[in-house]
């Protein structure tokens, strides 16, 4: 969290604390006076009792069980007050403490997409620009032009995270089923990433002619999206690997990439909604914590499931398993 964020949830914490102890306070005292009040009338009944009375002592034991009936039921009423309060107090807390940390992603994830869109918009406006006012060679247009393309596709892929995950969320999206070549669909993203990044080493292994049911464009996001997340985070030497087999059971997408690699206590999350490693203020890699997250929510709508494994000696291994 920032400086203001922290701030922010310190003094709702404080606030939170103070009213949670007053709450607990005023239920002490509150069993306190009670029971003061029970000892109170039951000393007063007693001082009414006639010492030569024959049932004297069943009188005095009546008032006695009454007096420690009255203490049981404050004590009853008080634990289960305290006990629903705490369990209130405790989901008041955890929903108060995850509203402000999703605000904050929220923020993060307003302050990503918008360094992702003005980058590429940049750089595009800047080589176009370039080849507008400089009569450039036929090799340095084509890579001007090359470089705003992979800018174009860059915001093309941003875009349709955002679109396709408030569709998704919202539930608008018509998914389509249709009979598609998921290999011929795997291949053609590859090497949409191989002509992007022509000095990054790729390695393939893809079944051919493997058909599948599905949403193109949803599984295309699914696909693109892996990539992307291993370019961004292999180093530029680090070899990218992507594969596609059958079985009898399932159809298993794999991607590889050589990079730091996930702690295992951060395996999981990194598919949640905006959530990105490290800190906010000091990550250098790019992104808007919505990739991973699509790529879980389009492997669950498709009856898939999606791991992390380590790749040796450094790297993940996301892998794709499409039940058939």
Sequence with gaps: MKASGK???FLVSV???????YIIAELVFWF????HQNNQMASYKHSELLLDDPAYAQKYEKIQDEKKRKTAQY????????VLSMVGALFVYRALR?????????QHFMMAVTHELKTPIAAARLNLETLLKHNLDDAKRQKLLSMT????????TLTSNILVSSQL?????????????FSELVQNSLQDFVNRFPNR??????????????????LQILVNNLLENAVKYSPKTGTIGCSLEVTRKAITLQVTDEGPGIPDNEKKRVFEKFYRIGNENTRTAKGTGLGLYLCKKIAEDHRAGIRITDNAPSGCIFTVSFTL
């Design 7 to 9: 701030s922010k949830f």
């Design 98 to 106: 995850k509203q402000i940390k999703l605000q904050q992603q929220q």
């Design 15 to 21: 606030a939170y604390w103070f009213l949670l102890v």
């Design 169 to 181: 969320e919202g539930g608008r999206y018509l998914f389509a089923k249709e009979e598609i070549n």
């Design 149 to 156: 393309l992979e800018e174009t596709n860059r915001l093309n």
């Design 32 to 35: 306190i006076s009670l029971n």
């Design 75 to 82: 004590i009853g009423e008080g634990v289960t007050f305290l």
């Design 201 to 218: 080493p790729f390695s393939s292994s893809i079944t051919p002619n493997i058909d599948f049911t599905g949403d193109p464009l949803l």
